[in-house]
C-alpha cells in the first residue's frame, strides 16, 4: 500500500487550501485515515482523523478550520483548511490505518504518504 499526498504550498494567511491524499495497491482494506504535520522543531502531531463510517476528530488548534472528507471507493482522503494561519506552517503527512490477508495471517499496518509542505506567510 503506498500513499501519495498533493495540494501544498505558499499561501496568505486567512486563505483556505486542500490537501488529497490517494492510496494505491492491491488486496488490503483501510480503516481510519488522517493527517498529521509537523512543523520545524517540533513532533509530528495528529491533526484530524476520519473512520471509515465517517466520523472524524480534530484537534483543538484546527477546530472549526479544517474539514476532513473520504471516498471509501477511491481510497482518498481530502484536507480543507479555512483561515489559515502561519502556525499551520508545517509538513503534512496523510496515514491509512490498513488491514491485509497475507498467506492467511491478517497483518494491520499504519501507512503514512510522503509529506506535503504547508507555508502560511505574508
Known amino acids: 500500500v503506498q500513499l501519495q499526498a498533493s495540494g501544498g504550498g505558499l499561501v496568505q494567511p486567512g486563505v483556505s487550501l486542500t490537501l488529497s491524499c490517494a492510496a494505491s495497491?492491491?488486496?488490503?482494506?483501510?480503516?481510519?485515515m488522517g493527517w498529521s504535520r509537523q512543523a520545524p522543531g517540533n513532533q509530528r502531531e495528529l491533526v484530524v482523523g476520519i473512520t471509515s463510517d465517517g466520523k472524524s476528530k480534530s484537534a483543538d488548534p484546527v477546530k472549526g478550520r479544517f474539514t476532513i472528507s473520504r471516498d471509501n471507493a477511491k481510497n482518498t482522503v481530502n484536507l480543507q483548511m479555512n483561515y489559515l494561519k502561519p502556525d499551520d506552517t508545517a509538513v503534512y503527512f496523510c496515514?491509512?490505518?490498513?488491514?491485509?490477508?497475507?498467506?492467511?495471517?491478517?497483518?494491520?499496518?499504519?501507512?503514512w504518504g510522503q509529506g506535503t509542505l504547508v507555508t502560511v506567510s505574508s
Open positions: 495497491g492491491n488486496g488490503f482494506s483501510i480503516t481510519d
Open positions: 496515514y491509512a490505518n490498513t488491514y491485509e490477508n497475507i498467506a492467511g495471517t491478517p497483518v494491520v499496518s499504519k501507512v
